[in-house]
């Protein structure tokens, strides 16, 4: 079953923050069940809402939090920096790497197929194989680096 | 943003906002960490998107954001549901007899947010809306709920009288 609000809902939530009550809004809440629900929901609300007033020990500082805030900002600025400063450095490993896969590929096709005596397997399980091993070798070398 | 004009701001807003964070996360030091972590990214902003939006529900909901990334941090480092409410919810005690912060602080965090904010500061549906980023049309059913759940924990710890429907 879905159940509504009262429709006068945000005029008795108002009325009990501030306190003043009109008497003809008294008179609806005081037959509504739904306000009356609103009403001493505030009501627990308020009291809890006065007691952690009370008990509040002091804000932190402003001019700490101004301070805080601007050496959070530095600290990232300089990550942002060092991050984009070895971004060719990466796109260049990245590359090397790539020449390198391609050379094990042509490599295993050429010797298979110049030294079949040697390299039995079919030139393209050459090339497959050599590629991969090259792949294993230059994660482990980009994984040293990190 | 100059340090006066961030000083003017956090004197307007900080200690409402604290206020909130300690009955979102129920403890002090959580509250003021998240509190100036909240003040940090309002910083960082750029001027043009800080500007854009009204301060005070932009920080609601960076703070809102913030707290709930430190409720999935804590579940992920427990590995396990996270216990709520907490053992130890502040504002508990003898001093409160009415234990209102421990039925407060079995409701799920939105509608601890939404209660706070509709009940306690005043805010109107498209005010929550824009603090906690919902729909401001949704805001009255997802409000009557919050409520209802309250009150239904008020009336069974004895706290409230039971109403006729």
Known sequence: MIEN?????????????AGVWPPE?????????????????????????RVDAERAGPLPDARSTFLRSRLVARIEEEEDLVERAARPLLVANLLAIGAVLAALAWLGGYASTAMPELV?????????????????ASRRLIWMDE | MTEAEFEAVYERTARPLRAYLLRLGGNT???????????????SMEPAKRQAAPERPLLYRI?????????????????????WPPPHVEGVGPDLPHDMARVFAELKPQQRSLLWLAYVEGWSHVEIAAGLGLRS?????????????????????????????
């Open chain 1, 5 to 17: 609000e009262c429709p006068r809902h945000d005029e008795v939530r108002t009325a009990a923050r």
């Open chain 1, 25 to 49: 809004l008294t008179a609806h809440a005081a037959a509504c069940a739904r306000c009356q629900e609103t009403i001493f929901v505030s009501r627990g609300l308020f009291g809890l809402a």
């Open chain 1, 120 to 136: 039995p397997w079919k030139p393209l399980s050459w090339s497959l194989a050599s590629v991969g091993l090259g792949a294993l």
């Open chain 2, 29 to 43: 030091t959580l509250a003021d960490d998240v509190l100036q972590d909240t003040y940090c990214r309002f910083l």
């Open chain 2, 63 to 83: 703070a809102t954001n913030l707290m709930h990334d430190q409720f999935r941090r804590l579940r992920r480092e427990r590995r396990a549901p996270l216990e």
């Open chain 2, 137 to 165: 049309r949704s805001i009255r059913v997802l409000l009557f709920r919050a409520k209802s759940a309250l009150a239904q924990r008020m009336r069974s710890r004895g706290l409230a009288p039971e109403v006729d429907r």
